[in-house]
């Protein structure tokens, strides 16, 4: 138990704080998915509509422990704004493996914030976790993102085909794959 308080702790970077969600971030959930630039490529959830659905957000994620998933808040550390989310899914502690998401607003693209907050919660998945390998399915649309995920070393895998039917129309995802040997 000790270890999974520790990977639920709060993280600091040199410009970022990441914190458990909380019911005092529905505004910010709201506000951030609901913006079609960050929902761009999200084809597993439509853009939330109404406050509601980000308190079903917020509930599915807050109080972390025994669950295999966890959603962190990305703050900005000298202005306090909420920048983004970044979290595990699918956390299979026999198999040591899980899966790893992310998403920024649009005014914090292009400046590292999120290649700074994925290496430390990868080091943090590596060492407090116990995983051996971490994986993301990015849109083969996303090169932003499947970009940062090369910079990090992950590796693309593959693709895997019709991964998600969004508004009728089926979308394809690489799969990238990040091993404890490889990063460590």
């Not at 957000?57 to 550390?77: S, V």
């Not at 940062?148 to 990238?176: A, M, N, P, Q, W």
């Amino acid at each position: 138990m000790e270890a999974e308080d520790n990977y639920f702790s709060g993280i600091e970077t040199e410009r970022l704080v990441l914190r458990e969600i909380n019911e005092s971030d529905i505004d910010f959930v709201f506000t951030h998915f609901s913006n079609e630039d960050v929902c761009r490529y999200l084809y597993d959830e439509e853009p939330l509509t109404s406050r509601e659905e980000a308190e079903q957000i917020i509930e599915w994620y807050k109080n972390p422990r025994g669950k295999n998933h966890n959603r962190w808040i990305i703050l900005n550390k000298e202005s306090k704004e909420s920048m983004g989310t970044c979290g595990y899914h699918r956390w299979d502690k026999k198999n040591k493996t899980a899966e790893i998401g992310y998403d920024l607003g649009k005014d914090f693209w292009g400046k590292g914030y999120m290649k700074e907050a994925l290496i430390y919660i990868i080091k943090r998945g590596f060492s407090v976790m116990d995983l051996n390998r971490i994986q993301a399915f990015i849109s083969i649309d996303n090169a932003r993102s499947y970009k940062l995920l090369e910079s990090i070393g992950f590796t693309r895998e593959g693709v895997i085909r019709d991964k998600h039917l969004f508004r009728g129309r089926y979308y394809d995802h690489y799969c990238y794959s990040l091993l404890k040997r490889d990063f460590m």
